[in-house]
């Protein structure tokens, strides 16, 4: 059974730092390539970033380019997303994203999200 499973979400200050987790279990985690997606109310689900198995490649949305970090532990199958200087409007619920590269329609799994609120 696939899990992923977010951590780290909650109540972080405009200009602080946060930092999300996701751990994965049930599948070979150095296949998937690994994304946080965010939902903000009223708004559809966009991609903040991806890091890719193997190569390492990262992208990242523009709005969070040079203030969001993302990178993976392949030891501990676990993804993260460092978010430096948030705004308000980086409010949302996260979402961690793993899709088998290995194929153009390769399995999807998320987790099941968790609330990042940016506020004085």
């Known amino acids: 059974q696939v899990q992923l499973v977010e951590s780290g979400g909650g109540l972080v200050q405009p200009g602080g730092s946060l930092r999300l987790s996701c751990a994965v279990s049930?599948?070979?985690?150095?296949?998937?390539?690994m994304s946080w997606y965010r939902q903000a109310p009223g708004l559809e689900r966009e991609l903040v970033a991806t890091?890719?198995?193997?190569?390492?490649?990262?992208n990242y949305a523009d709005s969070v380019k040079g203030r969001f970090a993302i990178w993976r532990d392949d030891v501990k199958n676990t993804v993260y997303l460092r978010m430096n200087m948030p705004e308000p409007q980086d409010t949302a619920v996260y979402y961690c994203h793993a899709r088998d590269s290995r194929a153009i329609d390769g399995a999807v799994y998320w987790g099941q999200g968790t609330q990042v609120t940016v506020s004085p």
């Open positions: 049930g599948l070979t985690f150095t296949d998937y390539s």
């Open positions: 890091i890719e198995g193997f190569t390492y490649r990262t």
